[in-house]
T-cell receptor
Framework: GENVEQHPSTLSVQEGDSAVIKCTYSDSASNYFPWYKQELGKRPQLIIDIRSNVGEKKDQRIAVTLNKTAKHFSLHITETQPEDSAVYFCAASGNTGGFKTIFGAGTRLFVKA | DAGITQSPRYKITETGRQVTLMCHQTWSHSYMFWYRQDLGHGLRLIYYSAAADITDKGEVPDGYVVSRSKTENFPLTLESATRSQTSVYFC???????????FGPGTRLTVL
């Protein structure tokens, strides 16, 4: 079945450094790749997304890249701040199966001040 | 975010009991989803619904039942709760034609 693998499971960086989280997906029909941020005890919230016809997308300190051939996509956070500390989930969905979204297992990011 | 709510927010029950988790959205979104969140597994889809009276299984549907008689409500029922169903449950909705899902605040369920 469809699968999304996410690495690393835990990431610790110093404030001001960059953080990179990587995901791979198995379903070649996937065409939408969102990233969610979940703070402790809160709901997941969309922070950025990318579609399969785009290779890269940026929004201030956050960027996402997509390599469709390799079925890889990554989240890049630059100039990290303590408030970036959270769990980040990647996901993949497509036009089949009712637009089901398959999530990665999550990455817990710690930004040390 | 206030447009999608879940109740109860916390629930403790015993093995074998029936439990219903409620989800309500005020946006008239056509799609609704139920996920469970467990450490190390991320969010796993239990059931989803494309419209009123249309539901389908997700990744982990066993032990759960859903219904959708009205567009705005999507209750999830555990017919006979088991300890393995202890989890945080998130409801989400999505408007037709868009990919973004909006999540409810979650229900923390403990089965003793």
């Amino acid at each position: 079945g469809e699968n999304v693998e996410q690495h690393p499971s835990t990431l610790s960086v110093q404030e001001g450094d960059s953080a990179v989280i990587k995901c791979t997906y198995s379903d070649s029909a996937s065409n939408y790749f969102p990233w969610y941020k979940q703070e402790l005890g809160k709901r997941p919230q969309l922070i950025i997304d990318i579609r399969s016809n785009v290779g890269e997308k940026k929004d201030q300190r956050i960027a996402v890249t997509l390599n469709k051939t390799a079925k890889h996509f990554s989240l890049h956070i630059t100039e990290t701040q303590p408030e970036d500390s959270a769990v980040y989930f990647c996901a993949a969905s497509g036009n089949t199966g009712g637009f089901k979204t398959i999530f990665g297992a999550g990455t817990r990011l710690f930004v040390k001040a | 975010d206030a447009g999608i709510t879940q109740s109860p927010r916390y629930k403790i029950t015993e093995t074998g009991r029936q439990v219903t988790l409620m989800c309500h959205q005020t946006w008239s979104h056509s799609y609704m989803f139920w996920y469970r969140q467990d450490l190390g597994h991320g969010l796993r889809l239990i059931y989803y619904s494309a419209a009123a009276d249309i539901t389908d299984k997700g990744e982990v549907p066993d032990g759960y039942v859903v219904s959708r008689s009205k567009t705005e409500n999507f209750p999830l029922t555990l017919e006979s709760a088991t300890r393995s169903q202890t989890s945080v449950y998130f409801c989400a909705s999505r408007i037709g034609g868009s990919d973004e899902q909006f999540f409810g605040p979650g229900t923390r369920l403990t089965v003793l």
